[in-house]
């Protein structure tokens, strides 16, 4: 084999161990619906995932919904323009334009957007609890999980949401993968128990439950809090060495991390 070849072999698994890994340096930065806020870019837009790559940010989170005629959209709401996802063909999505004209992405335009120049951020994919039933969500978790991996991005890609039978979903097709819990209702050593990777919960579930963040640390649990946008939050969740922190204010976490080091 070439020089050439074997160093292109050694920068890809090294690209897959960083990510697969979930969490290599405490206090990572995730873009909550991409880096958005600074730049007044459409929340959930592929260039606002964009703009979280190139700002080299560890992870960017992004919602997926499954559209009445089974294509899977990236939205945060249940509604789009009034219309519930869910219920809607995705043809009639797209006759509204999102406020910097692209049009509502579909998974597979936003994954292959995420892949491309992209030797950093984890694509972090939270699957939304279905509005109609149990088991149209764990299907769409399905076609989520079968879309991902026909992009050959399973390997930058973790998956998170508040249905917790959705990730066991998940697990059930495919034992590697780093799944999130969102809710904030269980244990560490509760999720371990199912095999789910981490718990990702919004940060005043840790001010209360304080003894979790050890519980995780000592039982191997990934530790994410969410929103995270106010300097003294930011903070408290640093000095707790946390693996991940979600925030809508990523330039701001950056200095604060850089600070804090």
């Given at each position: 084999?070439?020089?050439s ?28 619906r991409?880096?958005?806020?600074k ?7 592929i ?14 989170e ?6 009445a ?10 509604h ?9 063909n ?7 334009k ?36 149990k ?23 973790c998956?998170i ?32 128990v199912?095999k ?6 919004h ?6 439950h ?8 000592e ?7 969410w929103t995270?946008?106010?300097?003294s939050?930011?903070?408290?969740i640093?000095?707790?060495k ?5 925030t ?12 804090k080091?």
């Amino acid at each position: 084999m070439k020089i050439s070849n074997v160093l292109k072999v050694f920068s890809l698994l090294i690209m897959i161990i960083i990510f697969h890994s979930c969490g290599v340096e405490k206090n990572a930065i995730v873009a909550h619906r991409g880096a958005w806020k600074k730049n007044n870019l459409p929340e959930n837009s592929i260039a606002s995932l964009r703009q979280a790559i190139d700002l080299k940010l560890p992870g960017s989170e992004f919602d997926v919904w499954r559209t009445a005629d089974d294509s899977l959209v990236i939205n945060h709401d249940a509604h789009c323009n009034k219309f519930l996802i869910e219920e809607t063909n995705y043809e009639d999505l797209l006759k509204f334009k999102l406020s910097n004209g692209e049009k509502l992405p579909t998974l597979y335009e936003y994954v292959t957007e995420g892949k491309r120049n992209n030797k950093h951020t984890l694509l972090v994919c939270e699957i939304k609890p279905s509005e109609i039933s149990k088991e149209r969500g764990k299907k769409t978790a399905l076609k989520t999980v079968e879309t991902i991996k026909k992009l050959h991005a399973d390997k930058i890609t973790c998956y998170i949401s508040f249905d917790y039978e959705i990730l066991k979903q998940i697990r059930e097709v495919d034992q590697k993968t780093v799944l999130q819990y969102l809710e904030g209702n269980k244990s560490p050593k509760e999720v371990k128990v199912d095999k789910i990777s981490g718990v990702d919960y919004h940060f005043s579930v840790f001010k209360k439950h304080p003894e979790w963040i050890k519980e995780a640390k000592e039982n191997n649990i990934i530790l994410n809090a969410w929103t995270v946008n106010e300097a003294s939050d930011m903070d408290w969740i640093i000095d707790h060495k946390f693996d991940y922190i979600t925030t809508n204010e990523p330039e701001l976490l950056k200095e604060r991390v850089k600070e804090k080091k």
